[in-house]
């Protein structure tokens, strides 16, 4: 059997939690999510995932967005694919 080591985090509580039951849903732990973090890591040599600051527009639209401002809503992808003219 292979060695392992410890990896100890401190995280909130209500993160922790609803990250933990999405994870449940794919069938996966948060010991297996690290595992997977670390493999994708090595064989990317960085993080698997773009982490940057946004600009300003971008910024601005999130701030909007999850305010409820300019946001439209579609009850079906027929209705979105419309609106978009597809």
């Known amino acids: 059997m292979s060695k392992t080591a410890t990896i100890r985090?401190?995280?909130e509580p209500g993160l922790k939690n609803?990250?933990?039951s999405i994870l449940s849903q794919l069938g996966l732990t948060a010991s297996e999510t690290v595992h997977l973090l670390y493999r994708q890591i090595k064989m990317q040599r960085g993080l698997p995932f773009d982490v940057r600051i946004p600009n300003v527009l971008t910024a601005r639209t999130l701030t909007a967005s999850k305010a409820g401002r300019n946001v439209k809503r579609?009850?079906?992808k027929k209705e979105l694919f419309a609106d978009l003219g597809l």
């Open 74 to 76: 579609f009850g079906s």
């Open 18 to 20: 609803e990250v933990e």
């Open 9 to 11: 985090t401190r995280i």
